[in-house]
């Protein structure tokens, strides 16, 4: 008698590598997993899951496979998620300061905060072209040198009249 040994053909064999026929038990006929296909979820996939969770199912499943390497199933991302207590509802992040689940305005497209900041930096903005425009209109030199040539222009006039014998400005409204 010689040594038994076991039969290759038998699904999920010790040793024997992946096969697709080693998923399905032949007497059965369902799907059959080894422990071997099966794997522990590890706690950096965890952490990736808590980290892109408000994103969706998908964006997990795109995250593990990035940073982690794993193909974990959406139905396997889900029931991880409900063991860990960690949501996967999809929720509005604010692209200005990355806040997450705060209700986005509408026409800002971001969180209050960053929205009344946004109006305050338009009003300091404001303030300044203002301030700008009131100092190039009543600057004081801008202003001595209008006076300057006033008083240069009456002085002017003043001895035109005179020479002349003209009528000054103040005669000539007594006139009317």
């Known amino acids: 008698m010689g040594t038994r040994r076991p039969n290759p053909s038998t699904p999920l ?18 799907p059959q997993m080894s422990a071997k296909e099966w794997r522990e ?6 952490d990736v899951m808590r980290a892109n969770g408000h994103l969706g199912v998908k964006a997990v499943h795109d995250a593990l496979l990035s940073e982690c390497g794993t193909d974990r199933s959406t139905r396997s991302i889900e029931s991880q998620a409900s063991r860990c207590h960690v949501s996967l509802r999809v929720q509005q992040v604010c692209p200005e300061c990355g806040v997450v689940g705060v209700r986005l305005n509408r026409q800002s497209g ?10 305050l930096n338009e009003e300091l903005a404001f303030n300044e072209v ?9 600057g004081d030199a801008d202003v001595a040198a209008i006076r300057r040539e006033r008083d240069r222009m009456r002085q002017r006039n003043s ?17 009317k």
Do not use: N
């Open 41 to 46: 979820w590890t706690t950096r996939e965890i």
């Open 130 to 138: 203002l301030q700008a425009e009131r100092e190039e209109k009543a």
């Open 13 to 30: 064999s010790l040793g024997k590598a992946w096969t697709p026929k080693s998923l399905f038990d032949p007497l059965l006929g369902v």
């Open 110 to 119: 971001m969180c209050p905060k960053c929205t009344e900041l946004m109006h």
């Open 159 to 175: 001895r035109l009249c005179r020479k002349y014998g003209l009528k000054s400005r103040r005669d000539r409204r007594d006139d």
